[in-house]
């Protein structure tokens, strides 16, 4: 199945394998894409090399494919420019994160995840303090993450820090299962992986993006939270379907296919219709899902100036929720993130630096 490839770094059609074609994203979800991207593409891999996140060989041959622009881009459309450019960032850096992750669990590096998984907690708790940090990877969080502090009140920004400590701690219960050759079972992974993905830190970025702070009322309603968890889910389970041979390929544990074969008793190929199951249901669900949050919105735009932003501002919230489909549909088959049958070792990818992190 063919799509054209709109308004992002190539403008070649972009194959799709059968297997995990989605016909519905590609017909009902309309591709959207944030006028800065140009710029944002720019500044994110100046940032990157400004930052030492990537070595600078590997964001002259690599960071323009990788597409991350395009992901955020994609998704937080009609975020103010400064905004869309911290998140961006943001973003980069935690797929570097990832990637770090990976190669100290490959490579045992048992100690150096330890300290930096306290260097990040310190971190998001005072970046202020963190941003000439030796690590390079500790300063480029510290950095980011004092830009997105400096949007919405505090309490946002205390809610944000609270989800991400929720990470790095699923990071951790990740790193040991690995160590230990853990498949978590299904129920386990999917709580895991709620974290792993960083869901509410994603949907916790919709709201500078639309410009206001939601009370807890509005973000906690089923309206607003169930189309939310959903435009996750569906990210996270569609990752784990592209990423399968990946993660074989790098003796991973965590992936619901994975876990499926391993628990459930599935073959591989059961397994891989199970997940699409799941993704193609999320699509679905969402959309009934999303009606009842428009509906949601247009209650709270109750005539009052403070309900009209309100109201505003959850519809552009699940706009960009609608976003989320599209945008992670494509990163997945326009990305060398993904692109195992390219690389010299599958196992390996040749995005990442294998050297030991830090300030070593």
Known sequence: MHAFAHGTTSSATVA???????????????????????????????WLLEKRLMPA???????????????????????????????ADYSAWFFVWDDRHDRDIVHGRTEDWACLRRRLHAALDSPGHHLHHPD??????????????????????????????????????????????????????????RLTFAHWIWTDLLEPSAGLQLPDAVRKDPAFRRPALLSQEFAAWYNDLCSLPKEIAGDEVHNLGISLVAHERMTLEEAVEEVRRRVEECITEFIEAERDALRFADELADGTVHGKELGAAVRACVGNMRNWFSTVYWFHHESGRYMVDSWDDRSTPPYVSNEAAGEK
Do not use: C
């Open 57 to 87: 060989d590997k964001v002259r041959e690599y960071a323009d494919d990788l597409r991350y622009t395009d992901l955020m881009a994609g998704y937080y459309v009609g975020a103010p420019d400064d905004v869309l450019q911290a998140i």
């Open 136 to 193: 390079a990877l500790v300063a480029g969080f510290a950095d980011s993450v004092l830009r997105l502090y400096g949007f919405l009140p505090s309490t946002w920004n205390h809610r944000f820090a609270r989800h991400f400590h929720a990470v790095i701690e699923a990071y951790d219960r990740e790193f040991r299962n690995r160590v230990e050759g853990r498949v978590p079972g299904v129920e386990e992974y999917l709580a895991l992986r």
């Open 16 to 46: 799709v394998p059968p297997s995990l074609a989605l016909p519905v994203i590609e017909d009902v979800f309309p591709r959207q894409l944030h006028p800065y991207w140009p710029k944002l593409q720019e500044n994110t891999r100046r």
